[in-house]
């Protein structure tokens, strides 16, 4: 039985499995991506608060969303990348830990920030004329604080709960940490870990789930002709796409814990990981900025005044 408290020297060793014949070569696109996410949320989240006629509840959801999706890929990316350059994918059992607690809470949190903003939207959009009373910016700040509060502290209780756990093992059968990984490793019963997971999924990522669903039915009845439903609908596409990629990214995880890791190519089991931790923070950026008509309007007057600047230099 080996010890596995946080100042132990305990190393787990990650399984990257085929990964590894090619490490610098996924080494160096895992960087370029990291770059990317990072560049991509920072632009946005720059945008929403440079500019003051972005200071609304919308934009300031949406910089919420993004703020997540940088710290999930700061959660994720270095220890990879540190990996892939290395000859053997070890990292120590605080880091586990901690990065396990920080994949959680960004899983936990992108859900509830989905969740806020769907709500803004019908808000919106089915009561226009009480929207500026109800929703300002105050509220949003408020729903966002404890958008975070709802996700981060049930994740500090889960890894409290993982931590108590000695391990018997030590090879995590993944290319990073979560909870369900560092569980089956202990010597132990853990029924009351797999009964909170439980509770945590289903309170949590289902109930969310839940509201976020009733929040676009409830869009669509409002709009009562076909012209302002199509005008919902585009207004709603970006979280629309993100809350799809975001659902089935969380929902293959779950099937592969339900499944378990031995049972699933590794190949497979890789792309699914990498799904829930690589997909939204890239694309969220991208819909935002795209689809967003006023988003990207001052990003591409914040490039159009960089380029007047430096040719009249």
């Known amino acids: 039985m080996q010890n596995s408290t946080l100042s132990s020297p305990l190393v787990l060793r990650l399984t990257f499995g085929t990964i590894s014949d090619f490490n610098y070569v996924y080494g160096v696109i895992s960087l370029l991506g990291f770059l990317m996410i990072i560049s991509s949320n920072l632009i946005i989240i720059s945008t929403i608060y440079l500019n003051q006629s972005l200071h609304e509840p919308m934009y300031v959801f949406i910089s919420a969303l993004c703020t997540n999706g940088a710290y999930g890929s700061i959660s994720f990316f270095p220890i990879l990348i540190v990996n892939l350059f290395s000859k053997t994918q070890i990292i120590s059992y605080a880091a ?72 018997c093992d ?72 993100s809350f799809a990629i975001f659902v089935t990214d969380c929902t293959f995880e779950v099937i592969l814990y339900r499944l378990g890791p031995t049972q699933v190519p590794y190949g497979l089991r890789v792309a699914m990981s990498l799904q829930c931790m690589v997909v939204p923070p890239f694309v969220n950026p991208l819909l935002y900025g795209i689809k967003m008509q006023a988003i990207k309007v001052k990003i591409m007057q914040s490039f159009e005044e960089r380029i007047s600047a430096k040719t009249n230099f």
């Open 96 to 167: 586990c830990i901690t990065q396990t607690f920080c994949i959680h809470s960004y899983v936990t949190c992108e859900m509830a920030m989905m969740t806020a903003m769907a709500y803004d939207r019908y808000m919106c959009i089915c009561n226009p004329l009480r929207y500026a009373i109800m929703m300002n910016l105050t509220k949003a700040f408020k729903i966002i604080i404890s958008a975070w509060l709802y996700s981060f502290i049930p994740i500090a209780v889960q890894t409290f709960l993982t931590v108590r756990l000695p391990l």
């Open 170 to 241: 030590n090879v995590i059968l993944k290319i990073y940490c979560d909870n369900w990984s560092v569980v089956r490793l202990s010597c132990i019963d853990t029924t009351v870990n797999n009964i909170y997971g439980l509770f945590i999924t289903v309170k949590i990522l289902g109930v969310m789930m839940l509201l976020v669903i009733l929040s676009y039915i409830k869009i669509v009845f409002c709009a009562k002709s076909k012209g302002n439903l199509l005008k919902a609908m585009q207004t709603c596409s970006p979280q629309l796409i």
